[in-house]
């Protein structure tokens, strides 16, 4: 195992991602140790560190002079190249092993995805509904229907008895690796401390009881909700401990399914979490893989406005990205409506270059690994792929972030206002991005009653709207 800058630094990481991940990995290490496994460990401060993994592995095949080498596979791009060279650089077999992360497989994506006109996920969750047996009976699904989601878009009120994630406190294997992150990631983005994250799977999985006990049962009413100062609702904080290998997907997803069964949480909270682990986390991960290496350059609608400094800052004077930045930038976490519909969706609507918004979301948070980010930012909340990931833009004007939050309360700007000084910028932003991208958006069905709601418009309101866009966006 080792710790190499080239991973560290491949994007500005916060610093709470860089801590979690360096360390669960010793303490994986240790635990290896206790259960008898000889382990190589280099550590990031260890001089002979090359810095890459493929560097590591040289120097480990040097001292240990294996037979042949296995590996997991990897579940980014650039790293499976790396590894695609290793057995010519080594002279040594090199057998890749199926990731257990995943339900899955990439081969059985793809086969899944040959020959159909459109990749839904709503299609391929379905396939993993059957595949998995969560929630079926007698081969249709619990309920009378595959999916939920209506019933989970309801906004959440300040009177709501809102539990707290389980707080792991710092040990000393935890506090060395603060140490260590403080004094080389000084200056990137983020609040290292206070930390919080389990690191082991001990302490993941006694996260997990904790939200299936606290929080599952009102997950799914108040999934889509977002108030001011309260960071976490009733969400479940797993996707850090999924996505590094100290959860199994389908355990968990089997631990929800047991708590429906047993009276404990409502159907539309189980479904609406086994949806988001085994429809769109698997969904995202097969795009990935069907997609690279030519998806993280798609940008269809030539968008190249520089992502705004208030990205990293959290100075602005909408109350709504102030609000998710600043809990980013503390927290490493916001949760997926914040990503898409408050940060997404104002880049989506300013037009900022695709990849510079790619790159922020794969730095800032603590659960984004290429291959779950890069197509949830550039496919889902960029549409950068032109459609085909989601079926419309997730844009949307200040009325959706007011209903869904309170956000607006507070804010400096007014969400009922829609043009000219002290208008919500979303508002004219909305319609901008619509006039501007109607060459390759107005034929989508989704869209049709949209547009035609703009053409009823009189010619001075338009005006007005475009005008307030153009100078809202001089300012960035």
Request: with cysteine; glycine share 6%; hydrophobic share 40%.
């Amino acid at each position: 195992m080792a710790e190499v800058m080239e991973e560290a630094s491949y994007v500005r990481h916060h610093k709470k991602k860089i801590a979690f991940i360096f360390s669960a990995m010793r303490h994986f290490a240790a635990e290896m140790r206790a259960a008898g496994w000889q382990v190589d460990y280099v550590t990031l401060d260890d001089p002979d560190n090359s810095g890459s993994f493929t560097g590591e592995l040289m120097r480990a095949v040097a001292r240990h002079q294996p037979e042949r080498l296995r590996v997991t596979r990897p579940s980014e791009w650039r790293v499976d190249q790396a590894v695609g060279k290793w057995e010519q650089l080594s002279g040594l077999p090199v057998i890749v092993s199926e990731d257990d992360r995943f339900v899955c497989t990439a081969e059985e994506f793809g086969s899944w995805a040959r020959g159909r006109k459109q990749l839904r996920m709503e299609n391929f969750y379905r396939e993993m509904r059957r595949k998995t047996g969560l929630l079926m009976e007698n081969g249709e699904p619990v309920g009378g229907q595959w999916n939920f989601d209506a019933d989970n878009r309801n906004a959440a009120s300040r009177d709501l008895f809102i539990p707290r994630p389980l707080r792991i406190e710092p040990d000393a294997v935890t506090r060395d690796v603060l140490s260590l992150v403080q004094k080389r990631f000084a200056d990137n983005f983020g609040d290292l401390e206070p930390f919080w994250f389990a690191v082991t799977r001990d302490d993941a999985e006694r996260a997990r009881s904790h939200f299936i006990e606290q929080a599952l049962p009102r997950f799914g009413d108040y999934q889509d909700a977002m108030l001011a100062d309260e960071k976490f609702l009733y969400h479940s904080l797993l996707s850090y401990y999924l996505n590094v290998g100290l959860l199994d997907p389908l355990e968990t997803c089997r631990m929800v399914e047991a708590a429906y069964q047993s009276g404990h949480a409502p159907l539309n909270a189980a479904e609406g979490f086994i949806r988001q682990i085994i429809g769109w986390r698997e969904y995202v991960r097969g795009i990935y893989w069907l997609k690279m290496p030519g998806y993280m350059d798609e940008n269809v609608f030539g968008a190249t406005r520089p992502l705004p400094d208030f990205y990293w800052t959290g100075n602005t004077d909408m109350a709504c990205l102030r609000a998710a930045i600043t809990q980013t930038r503390e927290e490493a976490y916001a949760h997926h409506i914040q990503r898409l519909m408050v940060t997404g969706n104002f880049a989506l609507l300013a037009g900022v270059d695709p990849k510079q918004v790619h790159e922020w979301y794969l730095a800032v948070y603590a659960d984004a690994f290429e291959w779950v980010e890069l197509p949830n930012t550039l496919g889902m909340s960029q549409y950068a792929d032109g459609g085909q990931l989601g079926s419309k833009p997730y844009a949307a004007s200040g009325n959706y972030i007011s209903k869904m939050s309170d956000y607006c309360k507070s804010c400096s700007f007014d969400v009922k206002q829609k043009t000219g000084e002290g208008a919500c910028p979303f508002n004219s932003l909305y319609w901008n991005f619509l006039v501007r991208n109607e060459p390759k958006l107005k034929s989508n069905p989704r869209l049709a009653q949209t547009y035609r709601t703009w053409e009823r418009m009189d010619a001075d309101r338009k005006q007005e709207y475009l005008a307030s866009a153009k100078a809202f966006l001089s300012s960035l």
